[in-house]
């Protein structure tokens, strides 16, 4: 049976699985709701496959599962995440039209349940595979993977390729071929207080520092090379008849290419106060690496899209400004993003999966990894 055929006979039991998990809240920094949410998951690989995943267990974030099947020397590599932006009660589940609703149920949890009927499938069809299927789940990669980033980097580099559920691009179900990379800077700046009106001389404003700071790194910005910083945060002062000796100020930034992600990271390292009776004090530095395009990448995404053609319907690539880890893997391996769901509303209100597209998104992760396991 193909796969296109086995999941529309399965249809209504991938949607059960589906709102299970999405009912199980795990926001990213509440381990008693995470744990939970882990062990749905685990019912579930129990339930299909009599076993359990392999648990790494964290003492403040969610523990982080690894499954695996197969017996070849290679290995093949699907991450995902079950943590969610949202708290518990945020949003309700519920379906509407032709979209089903809920909190995470984009990104990425339909993601997870994807991989989960790929084992399924290949179990129930009993097909050979020549090389070891690994998927591996955190639960922190909406904070950044603090404590899961080692392990992926290591199953990454372990790996023939690595495949990442993350949604699909919006509505348009674009396969992501390159992310870019990411940073984060907090600045702290420290000045002199002094009142306001009878000695404002002998102050020294913080906030003004921070206005001059502010103006030279919205300069950095090079949008033919796709490098953008955002002072996303900007904090200080307080009293209005006090000259402030406190600012702080949060720069978000992205980038193409590693060298740009350097130009910028060196800028901060060597950031120096405009007026000299001010302090600077910078925390913060390189999270994610670009994701780039390459050969490598571009061959998955040919096969990806070659699948998608025989399933009937066309995928393009494309290039987006988002981490994920997929920015991890591709140091180490070749990787295709965006293989999970299409839908819309990542981290918003009306976040929701269109519900005509699950099978053949199901069916084309599935075909796609066969062809790359058995090639």
Known sequence: MEA??????????IKDDIKRLVLADSPSQNKELLDICKEVIQSKFFKYFHIKATEFAMEHNGNHLRFEIGEGTEQVLMIG?????????????REEDDKIFGPGILDMKSGLVS?????????KMNFPLKRRV????????????????????EEAKKSVAAFVLEPA???????????????RYLINIKGLASHAGNNPRDGVSAITEAARQILNIEALNDFEKGTTLNVGMVQGGGKLNVIPDEAHLGVDVRSVTKSEQERIDDYFEKLEPYNSRTQIDIDGGINRPPMERDKESE???????????????EVEDAEVGGASDGNFTSVHTPTLDGLGLVGDGIHAEHEHIIKDKIVERFALLTNTLLEVVNE
């Open 299 to 313: 061959e998955l995404f040919e096969i990806a899209q070659g699948e998608a053609e025989e399933l009937g319907f």
């Open 115 to 123: 991989a989960i009927w790929f084992f399924k499938y290949v179990q």
């Open 81 to 93: 995440h079950y943590d969610t932006v949202w708290d518990a009660g945020s949003l309700p589940y």
């Open 4 to 13: 296109k055929d086995y999941f529309s006979l399965h249809e209504q039991d």
């Open 169 to 183: 691009v919006a509505v348009s179900g674009e396969l992501k071929i390159a992310r870019k990379g990411t940073s």
């Open 134 to 153: 690994v998927f591996f789940l955190n639960s922190d990669e909406e904070i950044g993977s603090p404590t899961s980033r080692a392990l992926i980097e």
